[in-house]
């Protein structure tokens, strides 16, 4: 199996969140020739997002994300109204960064609930009253689904098959505005992962998000692994995207409270240019 | 919805497996009356499978399972052997005890392999292999998909409609001797849920076993939450097993490092008795 094209990885902000502010990402991908980057909106509003935009364009990065919108499930009409709010204005950002597509953490449960099937219908219908207003903004909306053990607190979408019968439902002329995220962190254990990726295709395939599960695993969230640390097949579920007609960004996202986010900025970008190329 | 009946309470012996031994164990389940035990094999070691099973019937105990069999995949011939012949004895033990089955806990990834695709195959012909000698023995094997977090160390069968696919596969005349354990810790996120519950069916529902999902859980595997204390919709999945034909027991099974298993046992049971009448 051929190794990637290094050209294509791209960084999640979140991978060097505590060491780093957004020019010192910006210029860090530049020093280590990445060439996409994927803000995250905190990092973002600390420099304002046309100055952002314009510091990525400075220095040739592509933005293969903004993240994130969505968490559209609450308690009360107020707040989902608040939450279409907030994911307008994300699609606005978007938009002004010229990124490949709006990631949604689509949200879990509100608080005190115990109904995931209300709490479905909710994302259902706020991507349904966002996405022409996405559409008109050319920003492409990905659904990510996220693994099971974060369906109460962050997202009930939780798997491919899931995103892509909303995809279906609320795009089903397949125009290209509403696809989906592959993150290997949170579907690589999927027994129907090959056969959903084909599903989902070229159209639908928004993103495919990298790094990797290491056993153990010590915290739910903070604790992801380097590409190549654990038991993922990278270079197997990038095939499966390649063949479906994939050729976007290799996007690597890594939350790791004890390890990578203690580490130099420059340490955890050479080490992602790197196994990008080696174990990916 | 109408509550559960009291007597279909089983006590899964993982609930206070830091409190006590079998012996008390069974004493506390005759106290509090409850009157289904699933022991696991490490507590049975220490009194002898035939004092055990003669202590049950003594107190009037049901043997709703037996923990467990499974951990199929291993790195080479010799230790998938091993596996296979403990489960052989396991078998034995669950007959002993008369348990109504013995649970599968596959297992996960062989040390070092990142090939999922091949482990879940291991998992499949194991199964194969042990499934006359427990059906033989009388034992039904009930393959219990574990939650997706545990795909590599713990068993990489993660739904139901993985752990369906395999009976179909192995016994395609529903003939009983195989079946799943619905564990709703593993499988209340899944979309699919009331469907495959009714997939499975009576022939193929041997167990059901609850607790809770907490938010936040703090730990990945030592974090069960009380029925009641967390998001899962109890008395609605209870009634998709109903509709589907169980009438069997309801095993609480809760692993709880800093909380149950820091409380006198008898406060543990009482608790289990209560929350399986008001919120199960």
Known sequence: MSGPDPDLLSLNTATVREQWNLRQMIEGC??????????WRDKLAAHGTKDAARMMRDHGLVCTGLCRGGMFPASDRKGRKAAIEDNLRAIEDAATLEAKCLVLAVGGLPPGSKDIAGAREMVRDGIG?????????????AIEPLHPMYAADRACVNTLAQALDLCDELDSARSGALGVIVGVYHVWWDPELERLIERAGDKRLLGYHICDWLVPTTDLLLDRGMMGDGVIDLPLIRSWMERAGYRGFHEVEILSKNNWWKREGDEVLLTCKLRHETAS
Do not use: F, K
């Open 129 to 141: 009253e966002i996405l022409d207003h996405a559409r008109g903004s050319g920003v492409p909306l």
């Open 30 to 39: 530049a020093r280590h020739r990445i060439r996409g980057i994927a803000p």
